[in-house]
């Protein structure tokens, strides 16, 4: 089998990265989290005191942003400057400034840089916004997770809790809905389905169905099905 790509796209708490884990657990191929990188941008900016919605301000301090990814034990782990922020980047408060970032076209075209080169020599399966609209065009596979926004809430909550973070339901119901708006809003490759995309509504779906469906269909594509 040669290299093959899987672009799993959609909004915040769809299921996307306990999905694509999974499925790189599954098949063996690397998982690249692309929310990672604009979490680690904002991480970066924020902690110089500058507000993500500042264009002018992130574009004083890109130059200064060395990000690497690296591949630990099937893993992705970020490092921002040498630094190992893969945890940190975790919070609410850095998924909403990374969703204020990546409405800036250069830092954009700067991570989408990465993220291809990341694929361009192994097979992976990567999750974000719009990676089978813009990133990987020619993916082989291409999904669009979504779920109801009170499911979606408490998983986030739920994810929070077991880092020992306790929230409150209907304020993180309230910053998923900011977090849609923001995202697919956007000027600048906004979140949407792909139109060859397969869409798959995760409500009440269970992790591993959600992943068999998506193998299936990779397998399928493969010319592989048994
Ligand atoms: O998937 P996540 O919650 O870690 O992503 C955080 C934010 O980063 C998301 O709200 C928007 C931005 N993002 C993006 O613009 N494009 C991507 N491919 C991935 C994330």
Same mark, same amino acid.
């Given at each position: 089998?040669?290299?093959?790509?899987?672009?799993?796209?959609?909004?915040?708490?769809?299921?996307?990265?306990?999905?694509?884990?999974?499925?790189?657990?599954?098949?063996?191929?690397?998982?690249?989290?692309?929310?990672?990188?604009?979490?680690?941008?904002?991480?970066?900016?924020? #902690?110089?005191?500058? &507000?993500?919605?500042?264009?002018? $301000?992130?574009? /004083?301090?890109?130059? *200064? +942003?060395?990000?690497? @990814?690296?591949?630990?034990?099937?893993?992705?782990?970020?490092?921002?400057?040498?630094?190992?922020?893969?945890?940190?980047?975790?919070?609410?408060?850095?998924?909403?400034?990374?969703?204020?970032?990546?409405?800036?076209?250069?830092?954009?075209?700067?991570?989408?840089?990465?993220?291809?080169?990341?694929?361009?020599?192994?097979?992976?399966?990567?999750?974000?916004?719009?990676?089978?609209?813009?990133?990987?065009?020619?993916?082989?596979?291409?999904?669009?997770?979504?779920?109801?926004?009170?499911?979606?809430? #408490?998983?986030?909550? &739920?994810?929070?809790?077991?880092? $020992?973070?306790? /929230?409150?339901?209907? *304020? +993180?119901?309230?910053? @998923?809905?900011?977090?849609?708006?923001?995202?697919?809003?956007?000027?600048?490759?906004?979140?949407?389905?792909?139109?060859?995309?397969?869409?798959?509504?995760?409500?009440?779906?269970?992790?591993?169905?959600?992943?068999?469906?998506?193998?299936?269909?990779?397998?399928?594509?493969?010319?592989?099905?048994?």
């Amino acid at each position: 089998m040669g290299i093959f790509a899987i672009a799993i796209d959609g909004p915040a708490g769809s299921g996307k990265t306990t999905v694509a884990k999974k499925i790189s657990e599954t098949m063996g191929i690397i998982y690249i989290d692309t929310g990672a990188m604009y979490r680690a941008v904002a991480y970066y900016c924020m #902690e110089k005191g500058i &507000n993500p919605k500042d264009e002018a $301000g992130v574009l /004083s301090v890109l130059p *200064e +942003i060395s990000l690497k @990814i690296e591949i630990k034990d099937n893993r992705q782990l970020i490092f921002l400057n040498g630094e190992d922020v893969t945890l940190k980047i975790r919070t609410q408060e850095i998924g909403k400034g990374a969703s204020d970032v990546g409405t800036i076209l250069k830092v954009r075209e700067y991570l989408v840089d990465m993220q291809r080169e990341l694929a361009r020599k192994q097979s992976v399966v990567m999750d974000g916004r719009d990676i089978g609209t813009n990133v990987l065009p020619g993916a082989e596979v291409k999904v669009y997770l979504f779920a109801d926004v009170g499911e979606r809430a #408490e998983r986030r909550l &739920n994810e929070l809790r077991l880092m $020992g973070i306790e /929230s409150d339901i209907d *304020e +993180i119901k309230k910053q @998923i809905i900011e977090r849609d708006e923001n995202d697919m809003g956007r000027k600048h490759n906004p979140l949407k389905k792909a139109e060859d995309a397969i869409e798959i509504d995760t409500t009440r779906m269970t992790v591993d169905d959600v992943c068999g469906e998506i193998i299936e269909i990779t397998k399928k594509r493969l010319g592989e099905a048994k």
